[in-house]
């Protein structure tokens, strides 16, 4: 069994890739503090919630609880109490419910090793990436992952003083370090640091094989790529020759699996299903100006039902309405009566796109917090930027099978000689 802990942990891909390879794993700690994540997470990864347990809690009540954590409505700022209580008492208790039933640590700044047990095999940190990517440049925002700029990628050196933690509690580091974020990591912006990472992570006793992997290579239809890392604790000069030879015979920037998905797989182009045709106008956007620029900017992935197979999605970002974005359903015979000439991609395609199965999707949907109002809070807007902020789940599956390889075919012998 594979005991993980995920830090940065999203709606969870990391968990959903060891479900679907069906190596045997536990979560024992979750760490992220934006309230639909944690909340997304918790109903893809455990189901419906039974709030019978909070019957007795009221609004007041369930507030002062969540306001000792230090939760985030968007991923940048701590939300208030005053935005806390603006929200109906049943999102509240389930959010409440969703820390619990995760073991949702929330917050990187504040997680110390005790909270962790002592035999963890896999530590995940997608940390934030908004100060390492290409966009962040026009803003003449340099400072990617440099320690003690305060910005959002440096959580990165939050990993950092865990580790030096646990080697000050004399507790067992984890066997497993991966790392994922954009590729810009590697530019000559961050790459001094990015090193200064690495050489860290060695003096640890940590073996660091880095790849570069693009989802389409990993028979997904979109062109998505990133930066991985996987750090193996060597606790032997044997242990870490046998763990380089592995990654030399294994290198996964070499594998190219057999495509047998393209485009229509993941659109729902089938506007005589009610669901998908209400989706479909929801990301419909009214035709602008501006708009008429992403129509002919953007990769046309299908026309009206019919998709161009030879094409795969651009990278999904946390906007769809936008340019450049992953590419839009062009209309020329009006099936969808809106007036618009084509539209984006829907959450449920992007939740495709990158690796999650429909019922996973449906379980969402099926789960959302409606109120009165009928807002709902995973709005599309949310939707979107929780699949932006994801990773592609086939290539996490390839990683872990390694990692898994790794743990049983060299690390695990090895102990139990020394034993």
């Known amino acids: 069994?594979?005991?993980?802990?995920?830090?940065?942990?999203?709606?969870?891909?990391?968990?959903?890739?060891?479900?679907?390879?069906?190596?045997?794993?536990?979560?024992?700690?979750?760490?992220?503090?934006?309230?639909?994540?944690?909340?997304?997470?918790?109903?893809?990864?455990?189901?419906?919630?039974?709030?019978?347990?909070?019957?007795?809690?009221?609004?007041?009540?369930?507030?002062?609880?969540?306001?000792?954590?230090?939760?985030?409505?968007?991923?940048?700022?701590?939300?208030?109490?005053?935005?806390?209580m603006a929200m109906p008492t049943v999102q509240l208790k389930s959010l409440l419910a969703a820390i619990e039933r995760t073991n949702n640590l929330i917050d990187i700044t504040s997680v110390n090793a005790d909270q962790l047990p002592n035999d963890i095999d896999v530590l995940t940190y997608s940390f934030p990436c908004q100060d390492l990517s290409v966009s962040s440049f026009w803003h003449n925002n340099f400072s990617g992952i440099t320690k003690g700029v305060g910005n959002r990628s440096g959580l990165l050196w939050e990993i950092e003083r865990l580790l030096k933690d646990f080697s000050n509690k004399n507790k067992p580091f984890p066997k497993f370090l991966l790392m994922e974020n954009v590729?810009?990591?590697?530019?000559?912006?961050?790459?001094?640091?990015?090193?200064?990472?690495?050489?860290?992570?060695?003096?640890?006793?940590?073996?660091?094989?880095?790849?570069?992997?693009?989802?389409?290579?990993?028979?997904?239809?979109?062109?998505?790529?990133?930066?991985?890392?996987?750090?193996?604790?060597?606790?032997?000069?044997?242990?870490?020759?046998?763990?380089?030879?592995?990654?030399?015979l294994n290198n996964l920037e070499n594998v190219d699996l057999l495509k047998t998905k393209n485009i229509s797989d993941y659109l729902r182009l089938d506007?005589?299903?009610?669901?998908?045709?209400?989706?479909?106008?929801?990301?419909?956007?009214?035709?602008?100006?501006?708009?008429?620029?992403?129509?002919?900017?953007?990769?046309?992935?299908?026309?009206?039902?019919?998709?161009?197979?030879?094409?795969?999605?651009?990278?999904?970002?946390?906007?769809?309405?936008?340019?450049?974005?992953?590419?839009?359903?062009?209309?020329?015979?009006?099936?969808?009566?809106?007036?618009?000439?084509?539209?984006?991609?829907?959450?449920?395609?992007?939740f495709l796109l990158m690796g999650f199965k429909e019922n996973d999707f449906d379980t969402i949907i099926e789960n959302d917090l409606e109120v009165l109002s009928g807002k709902k809070f995973l709005s599309n807007a949310r939707l979107y930027k929780l699949t932006g902020n994801s990773i592609v789940v086939p290539v996490l599956e390839e990683i872990f099978k390694q990692i898994n390889q790794i743990n049983t075919e060299i690390l695990k012998p090895t102990v139990s000689i020394l034993q």
């Open 271 to 350: 506007y005589d299903n009610n669901q998908y045709l209400h989706e479909a106008i929801l990301a419909t956007p009214n035709f602008t100006e501006s708009r008429k620029k992403i129509m002919e900017n953007n990769r046309i992935l299908a026309v009206d039902r019919l998709a161009n197979e030879h094409l795969n999605a651009a990278t999904l970002t946390t906007k769809q309405d936008r340019n450049p974005n992953s590419g839009i359903i062009k209309f020329e015979k009006e099936v969808i009566k809106t007036g618009s000439q084509y539209r984006n991609l829907t959450p449920r395609e992007c």
């Open 1 to 84: 069994m594979l005991k993980v802990v995920e830090a940065f942990s999203g709606i969870g891909s990391q968990v959903e890739a060891l479900k679907n390879i069906k190596i045997d794993y536990e979560v024992s700690a979750t760490v992220d503090w934006e309230i639909s994540a944690i909340y997304t997470y918790d109903i893809l990864h455990n189901g419906k919630q039974n709030l019978k347990d909070y019957r007795l809690h009221h609004k007041e009540s369930i507030v002062d609880k969540l306001t000792t954590y230090n939760l985030s409505s968007n991923g940048k700022d701590p939300i208030t109490r005053r935005a806390m």
């Open 183 to 248: 590729s810009a990591i590697l530019s000559r912006h961050h790459i001094d640091n990015f090193n200064l990472w690495k050489k860290f992570l060695e003096d640890l006793g940590y073996y660091n094989q880095v790849y570069t992997l693009n989802s389409n290579k990993f028979n997904v239809a979109q062109d998505r790529q990133r930066t991985f890392m996987i750090s193996v604790l060597c606790e032997t000069p044997i242990i870490e020759s046998n763990v380089d030879h592995y990654f030399s």
